[in-house]
């Protein structure tokens, strides 16, 4: 783990903003998983933060094509919707997507607690060009909350049970 406390901070709050997310999966039910209300179904909006999340990580959309996980799951992306402007259409099953959350909290540990304070204050080079690492991995955490919270009150009008605050991604 990094020693850089900014570093490890804004790991550690986007870590927990992925757990609140994975509440939301957690406790969505079966039945809900694929249908829409007034939005986007559940399960696309689920793919969206990760997506999203994983794409603020990389410095490129060839370094976020090329990984591992998204070759050994292309069926998973296929043509990258996600990054064109305009409606999802693909839906998601969810043992894909409980990998994809495990892909992307490693991914999260990987790339930002390995930066330094002088490395968190370069621009990107392809992704969000106007905005620092340190601002892009922040961007990302609101990003994250934001779908998570928007999750978590569909299932609050579903069944009435809201969902539980995770304050930090790391323990102590």
């Known amino acids: 783990m990094a020693n850089n ?40 909006v689920v793919f969206h933060a990760l997506f999203d999340c994983e794409y603020h ?9 090329g990984q591992p996980f998204h070759r050994d799951n292309r069926k998973a992306f296929a043509d990258y919707e996600e990054l064109d402007d305009a409606a999802p259409r693909r839906l998601h099953d969810l043992d894909f997507i409980l990998k994809y959350y495990e892909h992307c909290r490693l991914k999260v540990a990987s790339e930002i607690e390995t930066k ?36 978590g ?3 609050q009008l579903l069944n009435g049970e809201e969902m539980e605050w995770v304050s930090r991604g790391y323990e102590g």
Not at 16 to 38: F, G, T, V, Y
Not at 125 to 133: A, F, G, I, P
Not at 138 to 149: E, G, L, P, S, Y
Request: with cysteine; aromatic share 4%; charged share 30%.
């Open 116 to 151: 330094s304070d002088a490395e968190l204050q370069v621009p990107n080079s392809d992704v969000r060009r106007n905005m620092t690492k340190l601002e892009r991995y922040a961007n990302t955490i609101r990003h994250v909350q934001h779908h998570a919270a928007q999750l």
């Open 5 to 44: 406390v900014i570093a490890r901070g804004l790991a550690s709050q986007l870590l927990a903003s992925l757990s609140m997310l994975k509440d939301c999966i957690d406790r969505c039910p079966e039945k809900e998983w694929n249908e829409r209300h007034q939005d986007y179904p559940f399960s696309q």
């Open 153 to 155: 009150l569909r299932l």
């Open 57 to 65: 990580l990389c410095d490129s959309v060839e370094d976020l094509k």
